[in-house]
């Protein structure tokens, strides 16, 4: 028992050393991917390990599955009380800061869920399903009253318009060029929890990896800290060679390097736990685009 009660705490203590928890991005991509069985399996065996106890982001992403599974008859038959239960997490969420931090950092996915849900009451309507019906009619009028439409969330989320139009050739210096560098001859290189060397980077261990060997500079190890620490950048004054961070609703969760600012958008190099070291244009994303939180330089050029 002592030394399940140690590894247990020594598990907690990496989790909460490295923002990035493969875990929670898994569940997050999957939902994204419309994988909703996947994800409830998953969400269930984390909240079955007390190791995860530290987080809400399962019982969320539990709370989601039940209510896009249970538009299936066949699976809410199975589940009778998954709309009741996915009712009583999204309750109390909202009675804890974490639980209201992680609700608005995802509001483009709830504002999805609400059309889906909205949708299946009209199925409910012509179906008859007066029970069922009133059940998700009191989850929208009551849980998801505050959560913007679809429509509203894809005009707030527009990628903002720059006064200066960026070239396709941009002059930087030679430190961000032999950042830059570094990361381009990484591509490919696997996804690794807690790696730092080129046979497996998760995405602070990348950062620090390439910033070292291009400029000797040390970066702390977490995410969250690397965004402590860096110098802010505006969106419109963002250059290749700086940080872009992200928040998954529990504070700092990810961060990539800025590889190219070309046609008035953001593309990052990254760890990717999916495909490992890769790029995306993160305004093109709808996974990326939602959870950006600022941006960051170690650069004072």
């Known amino acids: 028992m002592r030394i399940l009660l140690i590894s247990l705490l020594l598990l907690s203590f990496q989790l909460s050393s490295y923002a990035q928890i493969l875990e929670f991005d898994q569940l997050e991509m999957r ?3 419309k994988q909703y069985k996947s994800v409830y399996r998953k969400a269930n065996r984390l909240l079955d390990n007390p190791v995860y106890d530290f987080s809400f982001v399962p019982r969320y992403y539990l709370a989601l599955s039940k209510l896009q599974l249970a538009q299936d008859n066949k699976w809410r038959r199975r589940n009778k009380y998954a709309i009741e239960e996915a009712q ?7 009675q804890t800061h974490e639980g209201r931090e992680i609700l608005r ?23 008859g399903d007066r029970q069922t019906f009133a059940l998700i009619e009191d989850i929208v009028e009551t849980i998801f009253t505050d959560v913007p439409d679809v429509a509203e969330m894809k005009e707030d989320h527009v990628v903002p318009e720059v006064d200066v139009v960026v070239e396709e050739v941009v002059s930087i210096s030679k430190q961000r060029a032999k950042i830059l560098e570094l990361s381009n001859d990484l591509l490919g290189v696997p996804y690794k929890w807690a790696g730092n060397t080129p046979k497996g980077f998760d995405c602070s261990g990348f950062t620090c990896y390439v910033t070292e060997k291009g400029t000797d500079k040390k970066l702390s190890r977490r995410a969250a800290d690397q965004y402590k620490n860096a110098i802010k950048v505006k969106r419109k004054n963002v250059q290749p060679g700086d940080f872009v961070f992200f928040d998954n609703g529990s504070g700092i969760s990810h961060v990539g390097i800025v590889y190219s600012t070309n046609n008035n958008s953001v593309q990052m190099i990254h760890a990717s736990t999916s495909v490992g070291i ?24």
């Open 31 to 33: 939902y994204d991917q």
């Open 88 to 94: 009583q997490t999204f309750k109390e969420l909202k």
């Open 105 to 127: 950092a995802h509001q483009y996915e709830l504002s999805i869920l609400k059309s889906d849900l909205s949708q299946w009451m009209n199925e409910l309507s012509l179906d």
């Open 278 to 301: 890769s790029i995306v244009d993160i305004y093109q994303s709808s996974y990326w685009k939602q959870r950006i939180a600022g941006f960051g330089t170690y650069f004072k050029d």
